[in-house]
């Protein structure tokens, strides 16, 4: 992206956006989210969404 393009809602919410790693609760993988949710792919564990840093967009934002 260049400073000469627009910058689109999608854009500035992926702006906002920070890879977080945790371990695993069920198997002790390394696993790495966005935001403080996860999925491990070994096992299947997911944390819950209420777990993340932020709150998630809602239905009208437009991404």
Same mark, same amino acid.
């Given at each position: 992206?260049t400073?000469? =393009? %627009?910058?689109?809602?999608?854009? &500035?919410?992926?702006?906002? =956006?920070?890879? !977080?790693? !945790?371990? /695993? @609760? @069920? /198997?002790?993988?390394? *696993?790495?989210? *966005? +935001?403080? @949710?996860? &999925? /491990?792919? *070994?096992?299947?564990? *997911? +944390? +819950?969404?209420?777990?993340?840093? +932020?709150?998630? %967009?809602? &239905?009208?934002?437009?991404?």
């Amino acid at each position: 992206m260049t400073s000469e =393009q %627009p910058h689109t809602p999608a854009m &500035a919410f992926l702006d906002s =956006q920070e890879i !977080t790693t !945790t371990d /695993c @609760r @069920r /198997c002790g993988t390394e *696993v790495s989210g *966005v +935001n403080g @949710r996860y &999925a /491990c792919g *070994v096992c299947g564990w *997911v +944390n +819950n969404w209420t777990e993340g840093h +932020n709150e998630l %967009p809602g &239905a009208g934002s437009g991404i």
